[in-house]
């Protein structure tokens, strides 16, 4: 969610989030281990945001983790990078300008540092290839094995 002052944003399916901090606030408070763009308008509002790309830009050229789920991919990623193997929400594949990243129909893709899945069946698949890419894959079995994955 891309938030330049507190408000309270209406998600797609009708969830309500309250911020507890502007955007520049809580860009201020980094670096992040890892930043996370997903949902449709959540992703339009990030690649609209000149203040959300210039984050997930220096996210990119730091090494740091990008995490990328459902639309996000497709509506983000476009606007600022190419050469990456990546997936998204299936009907949105064709967003995908001139072939500039690889779209792969699997449900997790991991292309370096970045991460990205298709969708809401996919987050428990997403959520552990996070966990072992900032943590370990030991702590990747450990947690999914807790969840009885």
Same mark, same amino acid.
């Given at each position: 969610?891309?938030?330049? %002052? ?17 955007? %520049? ?35 990119? %050229? $730091? ?7 459902? $639309? ?9 990078? &190419? ?39 996919? $987050? ?13 894959? &030991?702590?990747?079995?450990?947690? $999914? ?5």
């Amino acid at each position: 969610m891309v938030c330049l %002052k507190l408000v309270t944003v209406k998600c797609s399916r009708n969830v309500y989030i309250k911020t507890d901090m502007s955007f %520049k606030n809580a860009v201020a408070k980094g670096p992040y281990d890892a930043v996370i763009p997903g949902g449709m308008q959540g992703s339009e509002n990030v690649a609209a945001s000149e203040e959300a790309k210039a984050l997930v830009v220096e996210q990119e %050229k $730091a090494g740091r983790v990008i995490g990328a789920i459902c $639309a996000a991919p497709a509506v983000c990623l476009p606007a600022h990078g &190419e050469g990456k193997k990546v997936t998204c929400y299936p009907s949105l594949e064709k967003k995908f300008p001139d072939g500039k990243n690889t779209f792969q129909p699997d449900k997790v893709v991991v292309d370096g540092q970045l991460i990205t899945s298709q969708g809401p069946g996919t $987050a428990f698949d997403f959520a552990l290839a996070l966990v072992e890419k900032l943590v370990s894959a &030991e702590k990747r079995k450990t947690v $999914a094995s807790g969840l009885l994955l």
